[in-house]
């Protein structure tokens, strides 16, 4: 089925590890994002990628880094995971017109 | 900047009573407008949007919303609800309609719709 894949879904880390949450999408899409869902807080974005080869920060880069691997993946990696980055990440695409955003089903990350 | 308020947290309603979840939101230009759907431990899916033209937008599910743009808000309804539309309901503005940022979205914080049998 077309859309957004996500994976892992679920993903225990211990504080200071690093991980790469990996994103793909197959609906030819320019733009994509990276999401956390915390209770209460909705989505805030992460970081984005308008088209392969540009990335920008959102609204909570920091711990963070981004890859736009070419026009299908964006991954998101965490260098030193902190518990504060216990969350859930949803990755997102949308394509030239830009009208409504497709989500992957979500990561369930937590560092303990 | 851009910015979503959703003003009730959690709502109650009866299976079959009609529903109103309310959207403000914070913009300089026409927005974009959207509303997702979250079931438990699933990603979001799309409920309808709003562009520009008829300010009453029909969506999936039997939901709408109507854009009211002197009072910045974009209130989703259904006239009768099913104990299947429990879920969180997230109200989002699209970014500026120029250039690269055209995609992404700000959320508001959801609500959170509890139906009773």
């Known amino acids: 089925n077309a859309g957004v894949t996500q994976t892992p879904k679920f993903q225990v880390l211990k504080t200071g590890q690093s991980m790469t949450l990996q994103c793909a999408q197959d609906m030819n899409h320019n733009s994509m994002y990276w999401y956390r869902q915390d209770p209460g807080m909705g989505l805030r974005l992460i970081y984005y990628s308008a088209s392969e080869g540009t990335t920008d920060k959102g609204e909570v880069p920091n711990g963070y880094n981004v890859s736009r691997l070419n026009k299908r993946e964006f991954s998101l990696r965490l260098e030193s995971a902190a518990p504060s980055q216990t969350s859930v990440y949803f990755c997102a695409s949308s394509g030239v017109n830009n009208r409504g955003s497709t989500f992957g089903s979500g990561t369930r990350l937590t560092v303990v | 900047a851009q910015s979503v308020t959703q003003p009730d947290i959690h709502i109650t309603v009866s299976e079959g009573a009609s529903l109103e979840l309310r959207c403000n939101y914070s913009y300089g230009a026409t927005p974009y407008l959207f509303w997702y759907v979250q079931s438990p431990g699933q990603g979001l899916q799309l409920l309808l949007k709003y562009f520009s033209g008829d300010t009453l937008v029909q969506g999936i599910k039997g939901f709408e919303a109507e854009f009211k743009r002197s009072q910045s808000s974009f209130n989703l309804r259904k006239p009768s609800v099913h104990w299947s539309d429990a879920a969180e309901y997230f109200c989002?503005?699209?970014?500026?309609?120029?250039?690269?940022?055209?995609?992404?979205?700000?959320f508001g914080r959801g609500t959170q719709l509890t139906v009773w049998p």
């Open positions: 989002a503005v699209g970014g500026d309609r120029r250039g690269s940022t055209l995609g992404r979205l700000y």
